[in-house]
């Protein structure tokens, strides 16, 4: 879309403030709800997003079953107050999407022969919407696993760059996202260095892309880091009162 916005001032700062390789604010607490098995509350900017992970248990309906491995049944959702125009409640276009990119990256780090014909199912609820949902979703989905103890190779995590006016940038904001040439969500497993998601909305050249590629993958093993401190304090808390 076109507009006579500026997304980069004078001085290369972004509508935020920020510098071009620079995150928004990011909170991730994990454990926030008691009948999950694990649980995460993350704010990414404006973004709010609860990750709540369920089973392993029996995969209903019944031919859904795999008889040599687990399911993993990501759900993402947004409130119909997470927007500025009332999102109608339910599932739609969009929502099926990200729900299924989201379980087919989360698949790929999951020990899932080890719960054959069971589901592992992630809610993902958005409560306030600020541009790069399905990666804070992610990332929280990564938390909420880890919290439930579910075996992976590794916490997945997500992060997204882009590009506004000519310039590469890491995690686009909302005008950044409404106005911005492109927008790359990458989610990545940091140990293997793996890519479990890569979407791209815009246009960007081949070199456009490898910058921004690095780009979102350098901002993936930053959350990394507050996804480990994330759950370490939990666990930390839980020594002291005991
Ligand atoms: O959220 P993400 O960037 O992963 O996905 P998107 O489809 O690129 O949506 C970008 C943003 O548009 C969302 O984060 C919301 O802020 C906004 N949006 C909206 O206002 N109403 C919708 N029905 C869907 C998205």
Same mark, same amino acid.
């Given at each position: 879309?076109? =507009?006579? $916005? !500026?997304?980069?001032?004078? #001085?290369?700062? *972004?509508?935020?403030?920020?510098?071009?390789?620079?995150?928004?604010?990011?909170?991730?607490?994990?454990?926030?709800?008691?009948?999950?098995?694990? #649980?995460?509350?993350?704010?990414?900017?404006?973004?709010?997003? $609860? +990750?709540?992970?369920?089973?392993?248990?029996?995969? $209903?309906?019944?031919?859904?079953?795999?008889?040599? *491995?687990? $399911?993993?049944?990501?759900?993402?959702?947004? @409130?119909?107050?997470?927007?500025?125009? *009332?999102?109608?409640?339910?599932?739609? *276009?969009?929502?099926?999407?990200?729900?299924?990119?989201? #379980?087919?990256?989360?698949? !790929?780090?999951? /020990?899932?022969?080890?719960?054959?014909?069971?589901?592992?199912?992630?809610? /993902?609820?958005?409560?306030?919407?600020?541009? %790069?949902?399905?990666?804070?979703?992610?990332?929280?989905?990564?938390?909420?696993?880890?919290? +439930?103890?579910?075996?992976?190779?590794?916490?997945?995590?997500?992060?997204?760059?882009?590009?506004?006016?000519?310039?590469?940038?890491?995690?686009?904001? !909302?005008?950044?996202?409404?106005? %911005?040439?492109?927008?790359?969500?990458?989610?990545? &497993?940091?140990?293997?260095?793996? /890519?479990?998601?890569?979407?791209?909305? %815009?246009?960007?050249?081949?070199?456009?892309?490898? !910058? @921004?590629?690095?780009? @979102? /993958? &350098? %901002?993936?093993?930053?959350?990394?880091?507050?996804?480990?401190? @994330?759950?370490? =304090?939990?666990?930390? #808390?839980?020594?002291?009162?005991?």
């Amino acid at each position: 879309m076109k =507009s006579d $916005i !500026k997304l980069i001032d004078g #001085s290369g700062k *972004r509508l935020d403030g920020r510098t071009p390789d620079e995150l928004r604010k990011i909170k991730i607490e994990a454990g926030v709800l008691h009948r999950a098995e694990g #649980s995460c509350y993350l704010e990414w900017g404006n973004n709010k997003v $609860i +990750a709540a992970v369920y089973g392993p248990r029996e995969a $209903i309906p019944r031919h859904t079953q795999n008889p040599l *491995r687990a $399911i993993v049944n990501a759900r993402y959702n947004m @409130a119909a107050f997470s927007v500025d125009d *009332r999102k109608r409640p339910g599932p739609d *276009r969009r929502s099926r999407e990200i729900s299924k990119v989201i #379980s087919e990256a989360l698949e !790929k780090v999951v /020990i899932m022969e080890q719960f054959p014909r069971a589901s592992i199912d992630v809610n /993902i609820e958005v409560l306030d919407a600020e541009a %790069g949902t399905r990666c804070a979703g992610l990332t929280a989905a990564g938390v909420a696993l880890a919290d +439930a103890g579910i075996p992976m190779i590794d916490i997945p995590v997500a992060c997204a760059a882009g590009k506004i006016e000519g310039q590469i940038v890491l995690d686009l904001g !909302k005008e950044e996202d409404n106005f %911005g040439a492109a927008d790359l969500p990458v989610a990545i &497993s940091p140990r293997t260095g793996e /890519i479990l998601l890569l979407q791209m909305d %815009g246009h960007l050249t081949l070199d456009e892309f490898n !910058k @921004a590629l690095d780009l @979102a /993958i &350098s %901002g993936c093993y930053t959350v990394s880091e507050l996804q480990k401190k @994330a759950l370490l =304090s939990k666990y930390e #808390s839980i020594m002291e009162v005991k």
